[in-house]
């Protein structure tokens, strides 16, 4: 079983629709969860992360963390042409980040 | 130059050549790091530096040696490579090597590495 999982995609949304990420984590003890992009070319950047359960807002950005199930998200509302990357998800179960082989979004104008 | 950046970006070389890595932070971070990016498999750690000390080395070929003469600098030396080690190779920094602070790297462009 990988330590991240995450579908590689495509997901394709229209322009303005919700995008919804889904990553699912082996490791029970992970406490720590966050959500890097990467455009096309370019190197990954840290966008969001979430520590407890439930969800976190950072304005068109929504992190949502259930703990029991394992399992990490990340919504995009309003999604632009411009969001179009692959967005990596990350967990840090014992001091080392373990990476997804993250999931590209394509938003159609 | 800000931020993190990585020479040079793209490099071809046969499998006898030896060549090397640069990567430079100009965010006064104490841990550096090397990452190998392969297509459709997730970024793998191969090397952790904390002030200048390797802290980390997860099972990295000998043919790939890092060196960190000081805290913004960080190469990787590449010699006798395969054509297996073709990759996207990326450098990152962090404000420490533990804690809340090592969550949020910086990566370089990386380098587009092919061995032919």
């Known amino acids: 079983q990988k330590e991240v999982e995450q579908n590689s995609g495509p997901l394709s949304v229209p322009e303005g629709a919700i995008a919804s990420l889904n990553c699912t984590y082996s490791?029970?003890?992970?406490?720590?969860f966050f959500w890097y992009r990467q455009y096309s070319g370019k190197s990954p950047e840290l966008i969001m992360f979430?520590?407890?359960?439930g969800d976190k807002e950072d304005g068109r950005f929504t992190a949502q963390l259930n703990k029991a199930s394992q399992y990490v998200s990340l919504l995009i509302r309003d999604s632009q042409p411009s969001d179009s990357a692959t967005y990596l998800c990350?967990?840090?179960?014992?001091?080392?980040?373990?990476f997804g082989q993250g999931t590209t979004l394509q938003v159609k104008p | 130059e800000t931020g993190v950046t990585q020479t040079p970006r793209h490099l071809v070389m046969g499998m006898t050549n030896k060549k090397s890595l640069k990567c430079e932070q100009h965010l006064g971070h104490n841990a550096m790091y090397w990452y190998k990016q392969s297509a459709k498999k997730p970024l793998e750690l191969m090397f952790v530096y904390s002030l200048e000390e390797r802290v980390e080395n997860n099972s990295v070929p000998s043919r790939f040696s890092p060196e960190c003469p000081n805290s913004s600098h960080l190469f990787l030396h590449l010699h006798t490579l395969q054509p297996e080690d073709s990759a996207l190779y990326l450098c990152?920094?962090?404000?420490?090597?533990?804690?809340?602070?090592?969550?949020?790297?910086?990566f370089g462009p990386g380098t587009r590495l092919t061995v032919l």
């Open positions: 490791d029970r003890g992970s406490q720590s």
């Open positions: 990152a920094s962090s404000q420490e090597a533990s804690g809340i602070a090592y969550n949020e790297q910086f």
């Open positions: 979430i520590y407890s359960n």
């Open positions: 990350a967990v840090n179960p014992t001091g080392k980040l373990i």
